[in-house]
């Protein structure tokens, strides 16, 4: 293969890749190998914990916003007086959100006293509502998908 230019090799597909393909990769100036299903072990399969901790009532957080951007696991932690919070989703029209998953979950500081709605953006929806999506207990998740017009809840748990 060496003596090929990148545009001439073969293009992969689902059909002439089995995951014991070597790939090289380049760490510390250092070119190492990695097969193609270790890559997807190591690095396509993890979801990364963002943590939003809830101190003052009221507050809205835009999940936009560069801290959230990129997050794909928001994990809601409350630490402030009882009462709600407003979480928004990001535009669902924005070309960079086509496709984006987000994970909401609570951890064991919730209650029934403590909630946080997850919100579309104005004049867009959450599974075709307007209506705000309600975490309020320990332990609660969302998953939402966008299609690049609106978000869908694709799982909940309660």
Same mark, same amino acid.
């Given at each position: ?48 914990? +963002?943590?939003?901790?809830?101190? =003052?009532?009221?507050?809205?957080? %835009?999940?936009?916003? *560069? #801290?959230?951007?990129? &997050?794909? /696991? ?20 924005? +070309?960079?959100?086509?496709?984006? =998953?987000?994970?909401?979950?609570? %951890?064991?500081?919730? *209650? #029934?006293?403590?909630? &946080?709605? /997850? ?40």
């Amino acid at each position: 293969m060496a003596d090929k230019k990148i545009s001439q090799l073969t293009a992969v597909t689902a059909a002439n890749i089995d995951g014991t393909e070597d790939m090289p990769i380049v760490h510390s100036s250092t070119t190492k190998k990695i097969t193609t299903e270790e890559l997807q072990y190591y690095f396509v399969n993890r979801l990364e914990p +963002t943590t939003l901790t809830v101190s =003052v009532a009221g507050g809205t957080v %835009d999940l936009d916003d *560069s #801290t959230y951007d990129e &997050a794909e /696991l928001v994990v809601l932690s409350w630490s402030g007086a009882s009462g709600a919070m407003e979480l928004t989703l990001p535009d669902a029209t924005a +070309t960079k959100n086509l496709n984006k =998953v987000k994970r909401i979950i609570s %951890d064991s500081t919730f *209650s #029934t006293s403590t909630h &946080a709605d /997850l919100t579309p953006v104005s004049g867009q929806t959450l599974d075709g509502s307007t209506d705000a999506y309600r975490i309020n207990k320990a332990y609660e998740g969302i998953m939402v998908w966008c299609n690049g017009t609106e978000w869908f809840i694709i799982q909940a748990k309660a």
